[in-house]
């Protein structure tokens, strides 16, 4: 059993408060064609419908026509009554009707997107219907229904550039510039000896210079070291 909606607001969207109807059955023994109609309290721009599967293969969602010519609450509920279903979206819910991975999700629908072709700028009622083909689901329905639209009333906040506290930065500064020209010292000094390494063995095969020249640019050393380094190469 599904209870009413009640009424949201948040910054950008609002939640519209509507009522349940009774569930309709096609016949007493499913499987069997399932639908609800929710209607609004007053009739209302619905932008996104949210709600959580339970067990549906599929939905189908439909907008009854108000007439034109209404102009109180009372006789727009009146026409509505009596107007035309018109499709709205069909959506598949399960990949497959008779395994439950899927059959729980939560889901939104988006109303300007899937019927552009409709009028939905006054929506009183809405019918929902549900197929299910699998006999393994004793249940099926959703819930936790929301009929969200944007708030036309959010006016967003004047812009405002905060300004950097820089207070700190500078006081780092001097300390942070030694740091990073240390660190490129010592990387020059690197290269210029591994450098020196490869051009002291022009005569010996490349990649016996460029290993000893890497061992030289990944640990410090003096001339004393390229010499041992040298020996235990030759060895």
Known sequence: TMSSSS???NSHFKELKFK?????????KRPC???????LAQPSIVHFIQFRNYYCASIRVWHQEMG???STAAEKANDASKGDWKL???????????????????????????CASLDLS????LKFEYFQSS??????????????????????APFQRVQPDMSSTMHDEPSRTKL??????????????YNEVLDSYKDRPTHYGQMLATKAYEIPHDKDTIVNLTCSSDS
């Not at 064609?33 to 209607?39: P, R």
């Not at 660190?183 to 290269?191: D, G, I, Q």
């Open 135 to 156: 006999p393994n689901w004793r249940t099926i329905c959703i819930r936790n229904v929301k009929l969200i639209a944007r708030n036309t009333d959010f006016t967003p």
């Open 7 to 9: 009424t949201h607001t």
């Open 68 to 70: 034109k010519s209404s």
């Open 180 to 193: 990073i020209a240390d660190n490129l010292m010592n990387t020059l000094t690197k290269l210029r000896q």
């Open 122 to 125: 006054t929506i009183f009622t």
């Open 20 to 28: 349940w109807k009774d569930l309709q059955q096609s016949q007493d």
């Open 33 to 39: 064609l399932m639908s609800q109609e929710a209607q």
């Open 88 to 114: 709205v979206c069909e959506k598949k819910l399960m990949n497959n009707c008779h395994f439950e991975n899927d059959a729980q999700l939560y889901h939104t629908i988006d109303l300007r997107r899937e």
